[in-house]
Structure formats: C-alpha cells, structure tokens
C-alpha cells in the first residue's frame, strides 16, 4: 500500500511569486490536512479537507489555500511568496473516523 | 481546546543512558496522543500512540511512553540511548469528530546522543 505521495519534494521561488505543492493520500483515505514546519514557528495547522470541503483552517493569511478533488489529491497553493513562507510543508492523511494521521515526506520550500 | 507543551526543548544524554523526554496535554476530551520522531531533512516517523486502550504504551525502536490522566502527561522513555535516537522527537495531540479532525503539536525536543 503506498504511502503520502507528495511532490514536489524541494522547491525554490522567488518573493511575490506563487507556488502549487501537492499531496495524494494513501488510498481510501478522504481526509487530507496540511502543517507548516519553520524553526521559529514549529509545526502548524494549516486546514484540513474532506470529501473536497475544508472543515478546519489554521491562523494563517489568505494567501494560502487549498483544494481537494475527487479522488482525495490535496493541493496546497501560497500566493505572493514572502521570505517567511520558507518552510518545509508536510500533508497528513486519516480514515474517516481514525485515531491516526499519516505523514508524507514533506515538500521543503525555499524563498529567495 | 487542546494544546501541547513539550517541557524540554533540548535534552542531551550519554549513550547506553536512559531517555525521558517530557510532554504535558490540555484537551477537553479524552486525547488520543503520539510521539513521532524527525531525523535531519526527513518526515515524521510515528514512534508510538495512546487511544484509550493500555496506558503504558509500546513503541517501536524500545520507546514507551505512560498516559496519566491524572498529571496530564505523556512522557516518552527508552531505557538505553543509542546515537541512532538523535532525533527531534514531537508529542502530538489528534482529534477526530464530524467537525474534522487536526493535530496539535507541542515544540519539539531536539535528543542529543553523546558517545
């Protein structure tokens, strides 16, 4: 059974661009939620999709968004890229109902 | 509300010694709770879970970790160090319901293994 794929695995962007990080959950699974991880910051929620409707958003910007499709692929997108947003970004993925998330590899975003 | 509160942010320890590392929860219901583990540049490995069956908790690599409701705590323990375990270890609280489900991690403990 594969794991959380997520891709791209590393990424450089230049401030005030924007960027599309990707996240397919391991299979039968509905629920997809996504987390910053920064040195300052440590690990945050960012929000949590199921069956294509976020349920729970984090204390982030409006820059960052997200979707989900129908077969449970989770996209993440950061609008106007700051300094800041340099993070490694990790998508988790559970069963309806789960006691346990799964984690992917994360995709590490730089921003220079 | 949940939160989590890792008591330690850097803990060091000889190889061969034991490792305790510290995690105190807040939560308005009963938590399920995780300790994963992250090695330099890598993902989270999950180390151990407590969903409200035995309160002592095995994990893998010889970790374990006890819930005490009553301290709200979930400390993680290995009897012997090995260089191997130099990890950042985070304490984590899930929580599931029809309203969605998120983690809430405490800072992170960053285990140091000294030969």
């Known amino acids: 059974k594969a794991g959380v794929t997520q891709t791209p695995r590393y990424l450089i962007k230049t401030r005030g661009q924007q960027v599309t990080l990707s996240c397919s959950p391991i299979?039968?699974?509905?629920?997809v939620s996504w987390y910053q991880q920064t040195p300052g910051q440590g690990l945050q929620f960012l929000f949590e999709?199921?069956?294509?409707?976020?349920?729970n958003k984090g204390n982030f910007p409006g820059r960052f968004s997200g979707r989900q499709f129908s077969n449970s692929r989770s996209e993440m997108n950061v609008s106007t890229l700051e300094l800041g947003d340099s993070a490694l970004y990790l998508c988790a993925s559970s069963l309806p109902g789960a006691t346990e998330a799964f984690f992917g590899q994360g995709t590490r975003l730089t921003v220079v | 509300a949940q939160s989590v509160t890792q008591l330690d942010s850097h803990v060091s320890v000889s190889e061969g010694t034991p490792v305790l590392l510290r995690c105190n929860y807040s939560s308005s219901y009963s938590p399920s709770l995780f300790w994963y583990v992250q090695h330099p540049n890598k993902g989270l490995q999950l180390l151990l879970k407590y969903t409200s069956a035995a309160t002592l908790v095995k994990g893998i690599n010889g970790f374990e970790a006890e819930f005490k409701k009553s301290e709200t705590s979930f400390h993680l323990t290995k009897p012997s160090a090995h260089m191997s375990d130099a990890a950042e270890y985070f304490c984590?609280?899930?929580?599931?319901?029809?309203?969605?489900?998120?983690?809430?991690f405490g800072g992170g403990t960053r285990l140091m293994v000294k030969p």
């Open positions: 299979s039968g699974h509905r629920s």
């Open positions: 984590v609280v899930f929580w599931n319901n029809n309203a969605g489900n998120m983690l809430t």
């Open positions: 999709y199921f069956s294509e409707t976020q349920r």
